[in-house]
């Protein structure tokens, strides 16, 4: 999670980063919490900006959590700001006089999902060049794109379509979207007409898209999972040819507003060389 730090709030080295949530967790012992992200796992000597938290709890008892908080930290607690839409809030945790750590807490349905959803390589046993964030795009790419059916006008043009849709927050979701207007007649612009939750499971989204559990061992990073997508491993029935599949995938995945928003033009390069490669190695 990527939040704005609050005033008076400054990065922490791994030590009292680890403080901060130990005191969290007993804190919170009736609740079950998981610290995710990059907790604990950047190189040695390098700092953390804030603390990620996931708490399996319903959103609406975000203000008990918060007394629980207060109670416990006595003028220890900076109360910070509240996203909806994602189900976070967070606070400043005093580590002296007058700096503070900022603390992520984000309610989830399912814990196990927000791990798998917001991991984050381990950059101290140098696992990956990248961000977690770029895995996660790609993994996104590869789901929007696997084949589902569609129909077409009598022209041969794109009339309805299904897809999956994997979301952070959600978990895997089945769509369907339209050229049909709702007058029945042909439009220029899609509208969404369905939308099913389908799991968020972790083992079932890997089974559901890559029909194999191998998947686990390569889906975390971003260098791991395109080795896979290109390998022989990946075993998908196509609609189209591979090669077909894997420009589809790119395209998505280098015109993705996450990644356009929060990455340099010579790292996009960057990326479009790496998928360039492996697709005209096949």
């Given at each position: 999670?990527?939040?704005?730090?609050?005033?008076?709030?400054?990065?922490?080295?791994?030590?009292?980063?680890?403080?901060?949530?130990?005191?969290?967790?007993?804190?919170?012992?009736?609740?079950?919490?998981?610290?995710?992200?990059?907790?604990?796992?950047?190189?040695?000597?390098?700092?953390?900006?804030?603390?990620?938290?996931?708490?399996?709890?319903?959103?609406?008892?975000?203000?008990?959590?918060?007394?629980?908080?207060?109670?416990?930290?006595?003028?220890?607690?900076?109360?910070?700001?509240?996203?909806?839409?994602?189900?976070?809030?967070?606070?400043?945790?005093?580590?002296?006089?007058?700096?503070?750590?900022?603390?992520?807490?984000?309610?989830?349905?399912?814990?196990?999902?927000?791990?798998?959803?917001?991991?984050?390589?381990?950059?101290?046993?140098?696992?990956?060049?990248?961000?977690?964030m770029y895995a996660s795009v790609l993994l996104q790419s590869i789901v929007r794109n696997i084949p589902l059916d569609k129909e077409y006008f009598e022209d041969g043009t794109l009339k309805e379509w299904k897809y999956y849709s994997l979301s952070q927050k959600d978990g895997l979701l089945l769509k369907e979207k339209t050229f049909v207007g709702k007058k029945g007649n042909k439009v220029k612009m899609s509208r969404l007409i369905d939308e099913k939750f389908i799991t968020n499971n972790p083992n079932e989204i890997i089974n559901i898209i890559f029909g194999n559990k191998e998947a686990f061992d390569y889906i975390y990073t971003f260098e791991g999972l395109l080795y896979y997508i290109c390998s022989n491993k990946f075993n998908v029935i196509f609609k189209y040819s591979k090669k077909e599949f894997l420009e589809r995938v790119k395209n998505d995945f280098l015109t993705d507003w996450e990644l356009c928003l929060k990455t340099s033009d010579e790292l996009k390069k960057e990326f479009e060389y790496l998928f360039n490669e492996k697709i005209n190695s096949l």
């Open positions: 999670m990527e939040h704005k730090l609050l005033n008076n709030c400054v990065p922490v080295d791994k030590d009292t980063l680890k403080y901060v949530y130990e005191n969290i967790k007993e804190c919170l012992s009736k609740y079950i919490i998981s610290p995710i992200g990059s907790y604990c796992k950047k190189k040695d000597g390098e700092l953390y900006n804030d603390l990620d938290i996931a708490i399996q709890e319903s959103f609406g008892n975000k203000d008990y959590v918060i007394s629980l908080l207060r109670d416990k930290f006595d003028g220890y607690i900076l109360l910070g700001n509240t996203n909806y839409k994602l189900n976070v809030f967070n606070i400043g945790f005093r580590i002296s006089e007058s700096r503070f750590l900022q603390v992520d807490f984000m309610f989830v349905d399912n814990i196990e999902y927000a791990k798998f959803a917001y991991h984050s390589p381990d950059f101290s046993k140098l696992e990956s060049k990248y961000k977690g």
